[in-house]
Every structure is written in structure tokens, then in C-alpha cells.
């Protein structure tokens, strides 16, 4: 009897076990895949640091979502350093760059070779991205019209218009502004340059010569950026930009895509590229944001009151920028 009851317990304590054993193999989490991310943000701007928040914000979401494990390094840029981190973050053998602004983007597609993949978030989109493979990015695209229509309502008695850009760049958006002026009748003096040190030197020549000035999509370091947005601000000549960045370092005010959202659908593309290995066609947003700077308002006594008439306002309550 004794040994029957030993026998039954024996076989019900197996029994116990292998269904236990069962039960974990089938509750277990499948081995997540890890992926090396590097974020690469110009330093103190923080236009730039609304699109890395909402960037970051998603990739945590999709961890969660698809069970797998980002690991994300920020590196924090300056014109100075910006080769040098491309460079080390090829050695440190990332499985993608996530570049911040289109300057940035530029210098990571250079320093990856094709070899990393790069998912680009910028505020507009350059004719040489889309030419590369191993590339792909959400970018915003410039509404010129937009921003001229932002310019005259809250300056009417416009009679001149300065057009300030590099030669190499924003063909089209130099097209639609003169298009738009044209239609107007308003009279538009341009200078162009090659480099950016020529774009200061023209920009104090358009500040003698026009009523207010607009620079389309157009590379250019913060230093430079002040030093021109410093010009005008003297003259009390309002400056306008396709680029938020501008806006950051001293223009008076911008017209372009929503930021968040930048950062997000980066967030998403990057994750599609790491498991397809496909680079989907860039993504193009056409929301559009204003952004104007309060302290350059203040110092050339211009009301920005009336954007809010024609569309979302963001402003930008920052201290004085000095050149």
C-alpha cells in the first residue's frame, strides 16, 4: 500500500512539473532584438529638442509595441565637432543615425558611406538626399507663398523685398517668391552667395537697399545665422526664413512644418527601415507652423499679432542674442 502511495505521488509530482515547465515555455517572451540607435542634435537649439522629445517618445512607444530593445545615444553637435562624431559613431558600429536638421543630415550621410542607415528629420529637403541609397527621412517643405502673405499682412506699404540665399540651394522656393512678387508688382533686389562668409556680406548689402528681407532653405552654422539676423535687427529691417533655426538665432519669423510630427513619423521610419532593410520614399509634411522670434519683435518694433489670423503661432520667448 505504502509503496502504491509513493508510486501516485511520485507520478502526480512529474506530472506537476512538466505542466509548470509547459505553461512557462508557452508564457515566455520571445529573445528581443536589440538595435543601436544614434540621434545626433545640434547643440542648444531648441527647435531641435521638440523633434528629438517627440522622436524618442515614439521609439519608446514602439519597444513596447513590436517587444524589442532600443539602445539610443544622443550626440550632441557643433559645427566644430560635427566630422568627428559622424566618424566615431561609423567606428562604435551603429545600426542606424537618426540626424537632426538638414546641415547635420548631410555630414552623417557623408561620414556612413551607404554602409549605416541614415533617417534623416529635417525642416526641408535638399535635391542631393534623394539620390543616395541606404537614405530615407521626413523633412518639411516650405509654403513660400505663405510666408509672404505672413509678410504683407503685418507690413502692407511693403516697397521692397530682399532676397537673401545661396546659390546652390532653394531654387524653387526663389522661384515662388519671385513669382509672387511679380503678381504684386512689388519690387524684389537679390543676393546670392557661395559661401557663407559672402552671405554676411550680402546680407549688409541688402540692409541698406530693402523694406524687408526673406532667406529660403539655406545651410548656414548658428554663428552665421546670428550674425546675419544681427544686420537686419539693426536696421530694424523684419527677416523672414523657411527655417525655424533662423528664427532660434535671431530672425523674426518663420512658416514651416509641424516639428512634433517630424519627430514622430522619423520614429516610425526608422524602425520600419531596421526590420524591412527597405528605404521607403521620404516622407513630406505639409502642416505648416509659424514661429517668431519675441525678443527680435521687440527690438524692431514689429506686432506679430496678425499671424495668428493665418495659422498655428508658435513664439519663441528667448534672451537677447548678441553679435
Given at each position: 500500500m505504502k509503496k502504491n502511495l509513493a508510486l501516485i505521488a511520485l507520478l502526480l509530482s512529474t506530472f506537476m512539473l512538466t505542466a509548470c515547465s509547459t505553461q512557462n515555455a508557452a508564457t515566455s517572451k520571445p529573445t528581443q532584438k536589440l538595435y543601436k540607435i544614434a540621434i545626433v542634435q545640434p547643440t542648444d537649439l531648441p527647435l531641435w529638442s521638440d523633434i528629438c522629445d517627440a522622436l524618442?517618445?515614439?521609439?519608446?512607444?514602439?519597444?513596447?509595441?513590436?517587444?524589442?530593445?532600443?539602445?539610443?545615444?544622443?550626440?550632441?553637435?557643433?559645427?566644430t565637432d560635427i566630422e568627428k562624431i559622424g566618424k566615431q559613431i561609423v567606428r562604435e558600429q551603429y545600426d542606424a543615425m537618426i540626424p537632426?536638421?538638414?546641415?547635420?543630415?548631410?555630414?552623417?550621410?557623408?561620414?556612413?558611406?551607404?554602409?549605416?542607415?541614415?533617417?534623416?528629420?529635417?525642416?526641408?529637403?535638399t535635391d542631393t538626399f534623394q539620390t543616395l541609397d541606404a537614405v530615407s527621412?521626413?523633412?518639411?517643405?516650405?509654403?513660400?507663398?505663405?510666408?509672404?502673405?505672413?509678410?504683407?499682412?503685418?507690413?502692407?506699404?511693403?516697397?521692397?523685398?530682399?532676397l537673401l540665399y545661396h546659390s546652390d540651394y532653394s531654387?524653387?522656393?526663389?522661384?515662388?517668391?519671385?513669382?509672387?512678387?511679380?503678381?504684386?508688382?512689388?519690387?524684389?533686389?537679390?543676393?546670392?552667395?557661395?559661401?557663407?562668409?559672402?552671405?554676411?556680406k550680402a546680407a549688409t548689402l541688402l540692409s541698406n537697399q530693402v523694406d524687408v528681407v526673406f532667406t529660403p532653405?539655406?545651410?548656414?552654422?548658428?554663428?552665421?545665422?546670428?550674425?546675419?539676423?544681427?544686420?537686419?535687427?539693426?536696421?530694424?529691417?523684419?527677416?523672414?526664413?523657411?527655417?525655424?533655426?533662423?528664427?532660434?538665432?535671431?530672425?523674426f519669423a518663420?512658416?514651416?512644418?509641424?516639428?512634433?510630427?517630424?519627430?514622430?513619423?522619423?520614429?516610425?521610419?526608422?524602425?520600419?527601415?531596421?526590420?524591412?532593410?527597405?528605404?521607403?520614399?521620404?516622407?513630406?509634411?505639409?502642416d505648416r507652423v509659424i514661429t517668431v522670434n519675441a525678443d527680435t519683435a521687440e527690438q524692431i518694433s514689429a506686432n506679430y499679432a496678425v499671424f495668428y489670423d493665418i495659422g498655428q503661432c508658435r513664439v519663441l520667448d528667448l534672451p537677447p542674442t548678441h553679435n
Open positions: 524618442n517618445l515614439e521609439l519608446t512607444a514602439l519597444e513596447l509595441e513590436k517587444n524589442i530593445q532600443l539602445e539610443r545615444k544622443i550626440f550632441y553637435v557643433q559645427d537632426l536638421s538638414t546641415t547635420v543630415a548631410q555630414y552623417m550621410i557623408d561620414a556612413a558611406e551607404q554602409k549605416i542607415p541614415v533617417v534623416f528629420a529635417t525642416d526641408h529637403l527621412g521626413v523633412s518639411g517643405v516650405s509654403n513660400t507663398n505663405l510666408i509672404f502673405d505672413m509678410m504683407f499682412a503685418q507690413k502692407p506699404d511693403i516697397q521692397t523685398v530682399g531654387t524653387d522656393e526663389i522661384h515662388s517668391a519671385k513669382t509672387y512678387l511679380d503678381a504684386k508688382g512689388i519690387t524684389y533686389v537679390e543676393q546670392t552667395a557661395e559661401t557663407e562668409r559672402d552671405l554676411i532653405s539655406t545651410p548656414c552654422s548658428t554663428e552665421n545665422q546670428q550674425r546675419i539676423a544681427g544686420i537686419f535687427k539693426e536696421k530694424h529691417i523684419p527677416y523672414y526664413t523657411s527655417s525655424p533655426s533662423f528664427v532660434q538665432n535671431g530672425a518663420s512658416c514651416s512644418a509641424d516639428y512634433t510630427e517630424i519627430g514622430k513619423l522619423t520614429a516610425d521610419l526608422t524602425i520600419s527601415v531596421l526590420e524591412t532593410a527597405a528605404f521607403p520614399p521620404y516622407h513630406i509634411l505639409n
